[in-house]
């Protein structure tokens, strides 16, 4: 196997990954397993959150596909290796920019960053289980697109209360 088909392997799983934990955070978070999720919509005081366990989940999972991996199927050692880039990746976009779990502060300015950035604030814009938008970690549509979302999202919730 070349370098080549390994790397493609990672970067589709990234790609994959993303578009499955969009999913996973809009149905799951948000809807069955909201239970764990509404410390992350919440103010907390700690270093950890109930929600923190959604990444042990996944670290199993990325576990399995080591061990299988090795010893079975070598195509999901590298798929093991696209989950954990995409752990990474995660780790300094989500909980380090947006959430500022880390012991400094950077705030980007504009660019992409600065996109993810805005996006997810404006998911937490909503502090229940209904109504929220972005629920990608990596992509994510304009803020003025975020922002549209909202406000049809609000109308919604609110002409659904009034029947």
């Known amino acids: 196997m070349t370098i080549v088909v390994p790397v493609i392997i990672v970067i589709a799983t990234v790609i994959a990954t993303e578009a499955l934990a969009a999913w996973v955070h809009e149905h799951v978070m948000h809807g069955w397993g909201w239970g764990w999720h509404r410390s992350h919509h919440e103010v907390t005081d700690g270093a950890l959150e109930v929600n923190d366990l959604y990444s042990v989940v996944f670290g199993v999972f990325s576990v399995i ?6 010893a079975y199927i070598s195509f999901l050692w590298w798929v093991a290796i ?3 880039v995409y752990g990474v990746l995660y780790y300094f976009v989500h909980d380090g920019l947006v959430h500022q779990r880390w012991p400094f502060r950077y705030v ?6 600065r996109r993810l950035y805005e996006a997810h604030l404006l998911h937490h814009a909503v502090h229940s289980r209904d109504g929220a938008v972005s629920f990608g970690f990596l992509f994510a549509k304009t803020p003025e697109e975020l922002k549209a979302e909202l ?6 919730r609110a002409m659904a209360s009034r029947s």
């Open 82 to 84: 696209g989950l954990c």
């Open 108 to 113: 980007p300015k504009q660019g992409y960053l």
């Open 151 to 156: 406000r049809a999202n609000s109308q919604t």
């Open 65 to 70: 596909l080591f061990l299988i991996g090795s």
